[in-house]
T-cell receptor, first 112, second 114 residues
Framework: ELKVEQNPLFLSMQEGKNYTIYCNYS?????LYWYRQDPGKSLESLFV?????AVKQEGRLMASLDTKARLSTLHITAAVHDLSATYFC????????????FGKGTKLSVKP | ETGVTQSPTHLIKTRGQQVTLRCSSQ?????VSWYQQALGQGPQFIFQ???????GRGNFPPRFSGLQFPNYSSELNVNALELDDSALYLC?????????????FGQGTRLTVV
């Protein structure tokens, strides 16, 4: 059974600080996704990581994938309040698009 | 805006009733997946439909069923509702072919069972 574990589950940061969210998964997969969810809202796609060593950056967020270690990271640089949300990583299950196993999410709160 | 639309946005049902949720997929997408997200949890995969056939199912009982139509829109039906079925139900559409693709989620249907 594919399991996806995120840590930390809760993260309180000060504006301007850096931090990393970790996502471990239990079986081989070449596709990993990061999503953002605001309270009461749907999931917004942030990154699609498709191969070992993939690194993608958008604004203050950077995601990477190490398929050998079965680990992805989401790094936050110089956090701002607008980044406050819950972040989920998800891994393909069964090799078909849209069939995803999600972590429990990391609830990020950025305080002034 | 992902182009995936769900209806209704909110719904209140009584335990034991039946409910149908609807999803219109993004243009060009032939695959629809449904997820259940309980409060404070990550989404859980219910099932996926590809070209009108079920193409994978998560750990949900048979009272959760679905359909996909020729235009690739989809329905999720839940019979004999239980209080624990209260959740946000998310639909995601994606193209089946191609490696560099991703699933796009609708805004969700918030179901409350009382």
């Amino acid at each position: 059974e594919l399991k996806v574990e995120q840590n930390p589950l809760f993260l309180s940061m000060q504006e301007g600080k850096n931090y990393t969210i970790y996502c471990n998964y239990s079986t081989t997969s070449d596709r990993l996704y990061w999503y953002r969810q605001d309270p009461g809202k749907s999931l917004e796609s942030l990154f699609v990581l498709l191969s070992n060593g993939a690194v993608k950056q958008e604004g203050r967020l950077m995601a990477s994938l190490d398929t050998k270690a079965r680990l992805s990271t989401l790094h936050i640089t110089a956090a701002v309040h607008d980044l406050s949300a819950t972040y989920f990583c998800a891994v393909d299950y069964g090799g078909s698009q849209g069939n995803l196993i999600f972590g429990k999410g990391t609830k990020l709160s950025v305080k002034p | 805006e992902t182009g995936v639309t769900q209806s209704p946005t909110h719904l209140i049902k009584t335990r034991g009733q039946q409910v149908t949720l609807r999803c219109s997929s993004q243009s060009g997408h032939n695959t629809v997946s449904w997820y259940q997200q309980a409060l404070g949890q990550g989404p859980q995969f219910i099932f996926q439909y590809y070209r009108e056939e079920e193409n994978g199912r998560g750990n949900f009982p048979p009272r959760f069923s679905g359909l996909q139509f020729p235009n690739y829109s989809s329905e999720l039906n839940v019979n004999a509702l239980e209080l624990d079925d209260s959740a946000l139900y998310l639909c995601a559409s994606s193209p089946m072919t191609g490696l560099n693709t991703e699933a796009f989620f609708g805004q969700g249907t918030r179901l409350t069972v009382v």
